[in-house]
Nanobody, 125 residues
Framework: QVQLVESGGGLVQAGDSLRLSCAASGRTFSSYAMGWFRQAPGKQRDFVAAINWSGSNTYYADSVKGRFTISRDNAKNTVYLQMNSLKPGDTAVYYC??????????????????WGQGAQVTVSS
């Protein structure tokens, strides 16, 4: 069992930066690949970024590539999403999720077993 708690969301202006954090409980954090997804009102939950268990491989949606950076600190049981050059289109609830390493697709929400409660990110123009 893994519990995930996101923090760092908020209201910012276009062009600003935010860093989301996701703290995981348990002693097996390094057994999981991690992902960030987002969901805007009335829309499906979309893939944003993912990172493998060691941090050596990262993946990004085209819409955030070059602006967002995912990273993890296994010693702190935490995964991060650094978001730069934010746009109004980035407004959504952001969720972190955990996927047993080696299983499923990094891009598919259904591959992830555990989810955080979500953090609201609002970008004003």
């Amino acid at each position: 069992q893994v519990q995930l708690v996101e923090s760092g969301g908020g209201l910012v202006q276009a062009g600003d930066s935010l860093r989301l954090s996701c703290a995981a409980s348990g002693r097996t954090f390094s057994s999981y690949a991690m992902g960030w997804f987002r969901q805007a009102p009335g829309k499906q939950r979309d893939f944003v970024a993912a990172i493998n268990w060691s941090g050596s491989n990262t993946y990004y949606a085209d819409s955030v590539k070059g602006r967002f950076t995912i990273s993890r600190d296994n010693a702190k049981n935490t995964v991060y999403l650094q978001m730069n050059s934010l746009k109004p289109g980035d407004t959504a609830v952001y969720y972190c999720a955990a996927r047993p390493r080696g299983l499923g697709s990094a891009f598919a929400p259904r591959s992830y077993n555990y989810w955080g409660q979500g953090a609201q990110v609002t970008v004003s123009s």
